[in-house]
């Protein structure tokens, strides 16, 4: 626990430049993320759920343009995320794989959190699939112990 002298001051006063700096990293790292995760997470669901991750199944899941998700998918593939196979569509490689578990993970374990605080089911869903791209790991696992704590687990 962060003792009070330790916190940062909540009353707008400036904190020292190189923990801004690290900080706004941190964020733009996330933002840059974001989209990989969505992309994997939804093409893992897609190959558990029907077997197979079509562009066009893809586009019409986020709600965009099947040329945008060309795009993407180039930039996952060359990444490393994902395979593209002709006339079999995309398929996740093991680190897209990891990478869609963890992703599916964080997102489980905030609206868990979230549910617990008694938000609503459908805006704890909405509000995770945003906090689990920015969530640290320390606060997630403070997530998690709030959560078994909540349903009378031990934290």
């Known amino acids: 626990m962060v003792k009070p002298d330790e916190a940062t001051s909540l009353k707008g006063t400036l904190i020292e430049a190189e ?33 197979e991750a079509r562009q066009v199944d893809i586009a019409t899941r986020l709600g965009v343009a099947q040329p945008t998700v ?6 996952l593939a060359r990444d490393g995320w994902v395979v593209q196979r002709p ?14 578990h963890a992703s599916r ?29 920015h969530v640290s790991e320390q606060t997630l696992a403070l997530f998690e112990a709030f959560v078994r704590r909540a349903e009378g687990g031990e934290g």
């Open 105 to 133: 993970e964080r997102h489980q374990t905030v609206e868990r959190f979230l549910l617990a605080l008694g938000v609503d089911p459908d805006t704890a869903r909405r509000d995770a699939e945003g906090i689990e791209h």
């Open 87 to 100: 006339y079999r569509g995309v398929f996740l490689t093991p680190e897209g794989e990891a990478l869609a």
């Open 19 to 51: 923990r801004q700096v690290e900080s706004f990293r941190q964020v733009r790292e996330a933002h840059r993320m974001e989209l990989v995760e969505d992309y994997v997470e939804l093409i893992s669901d897609l190959l558990a759920d029907g077997g």
């Open 70 to 75: 060309a795009k993407m998918l180039r930039r």
